[in-house]
């Protein structure tokens, strides 16, 4: 069963992965692959002038993102090539189903495959993860989401492989919301007045969110009117009386050991999100694979 329809992940996240953000990292990307000669195999190989058409299969189940990478990938070698997508982002797919197809000159379709495979893999991979998660706890309003531990120029990517597998976002970095970590808390002197003097600091439309480890924390949070207060490693039986103390007051995450046998009762007590970086960073990338079409 897929998780939001492809169209709606697309259209909102349209702002985040504008076309030239794209072709500036798959260029980056291609040109680390094709160095100053170019493809030396496949030019040696391959007359100039042979066609071909090769088909983007999956070999594993599991939830796709990067199409638009990979089509750029193709593009950008060669803009003549034909690519036709026969899924959309955020679709569930089976082993063996085909993902897209690709015709043209054949030195560019294999000069290109190694960065679209590359992205298609690895983001397939974060929204593959993801999908798993969310599927746990699909049953409650709660929602799986992301961290800032992620590759280094990659986040935007990630964080939208993370949104086609049905999760959802945090913080996109350190300058779109507050959130005030026990580092921050033991030298402002106290969860209260941390949060006091963000609220001072920020403007009426940023978020503060806090990080607490007890119950004593969260209700200080609480009367300082926190907006997100973030339950740091407590287990279901801890988080189900922050659940009733917090009384919809303000909004609350679960973070800290957080697995595919914990993320269900975790979920269960009532927590509005629950924030890993295992999405992120240690999910395994799909398995998809590029062969020529025999004739």
Request: glycine share 10%; charged share 25%; proline share 3%.
């Given at each position: 069963?897929?998780?939001?329809?492809?169209?709606?992940?697309?259209?909102?996240?349209?702002?985040?992965?504008?076309?030239?953000?794209?072709?500036?990292?798959?260029?980056?990307?291609?040109?680390?692959?094709?160095?100053?000669?170019?493809?030396?195999?496949?030019?040696?190989?391959?007359?100039?002038?042979?066609?071909?058409?090769a088909v983007l299969s999956s070999r594993e189940a599991g939830a796709i993102c990067g199409i638009g990478f990979a089509k750029t990938?193709?593009?950008?070698?060669?803009?003549?090539?034909?690519?036709?997508?026969?899924?959309?982002?955020?679709?569930?797919?089976?082993?063996?189903?085909?993902?897209?197809?690709?015709?043209?000159?054949?030195?560019?379709?294999?000069?290109?495959?190694?960065?679209?495979?590359?992205?298609?893999?690895?983001?397939?991979?974060?929204?593959?993860?993801?999908?798993?998660?969310?599927?746990?706890?699909?049953?409650?309003?709660?929602?799986?989401?992301?961290?800032?531990?992620?590759?280094?120029?990659?986040?935007?990517?990630?964080?939208?492989?993370?949104?086609?597998?049905?999760?959802?976002?945090?913080?996109?970095?350190?300058?779109?919301?507050?959130?005030?970590?026990?580092?921050?808390?033991?030298?402002?002197?106290?969860?209260?007045?941390?949060?006091?003097?963000?609220?001072?600091?920020?403007?009426?439309?940023?978020?503060?969110?806090?990080?607490?480890?007890?119950?004593?924390?969260?209700?200080?949070?609480?009367?300082?009117?926190?907006?997100?207060?973030?339950?740091?490693?407590?287990?279901?039986?801890?988080?189900?009386?922050?659940?009733?103390?917090?009384?919809?007051?303000?909004?609350?995450?679960?973070?800290?050991?957080?697995?595919?046998?914990?993320?269900?009762?975790?979920?269960?007590?009532?927590?509005?999100?629950?924030?890993?970086?295992?999405?992120?960073?240690?999910?395994?990338?799909?398995?998809?694979?590029?062969?020529?079409?025999?004739?």
């Amino acid at each position: 069963m897929m998780t939001g329809r492809p169209e709606e992940v697309q259209k909102a996240f349209a702002p985040y992965l504008p076309r030239l953000m794209i072709e500036d990292a798959v260029r980056a990307a291609l040109l680390e692959d094709l160095g100053r000669a170019g493809d030396i195999t496949t030019n040696a190989t391959l007359p100039e002038d042979a066609t071909a058409a090769a088909v983007l299969s999956s070999r594993e189940a599991g939830a796709i993102c990067g199409i638009g990478f990979a089509k750029t990938a193709f593009a950008l070698v060669e803009p003549s090539l034909k690519f036709t997508a026969f899924v959309k982002d955020g679709a569930r797919v089976e082993r063996g189903d085909t993902i897209a197809r690709v015709e043209g000159n054949a030195r560019a379709i294999l000069s290109a495959e190694r960065v679209a495979l590359n992205y298609l893999m690895h983001l397939s991979g974060i929204s593959s993860y993801t999908a798993k998660f969310a599927d746990l706890i699909a049953h409650t309003g709660a929602k799986v989401c992301d961290t800032r531990k992620t590759i280094p120029g990659m986040r935007a990517f990630a964080k939208y492989a993370v949104k086609c597998g049905g999760g959802a976002n945090h913080r996109f970095g350190l300058d779109d919301a507050i959130l005030i970590k026990d580092n921050h808390i033991a030298v402002a002197g106290g969860v209260a007045k941390a949060i006091l003097a963000a609220r001072a600091y920020a403007g009426h439309l940023v978020k503060i969110e806090v990080e607490v480890d007890g119950l004593t924390q969260l209700e200080e949070a609480l009367s300082v009117g926190a907006d997100v207060i973030l339950l740091d490693n407590m287990g279901p039986e801890l988080l189900e009386k922050a659940v009733k103390i917090n009384g919809g007051r303000a909004r609350l995450e679960a973070s800290g050991g957080i697995a595919f046998d914990t993320i269900k009762a975790i979920a269960e007590t009532g927590v509005d999100y629950i924030s890993t970086s295992k999405i992120t960073m240690a999910a395994p990338t799909l398995d998809i694979g590029l062969d020529i079409e025999l004739t």
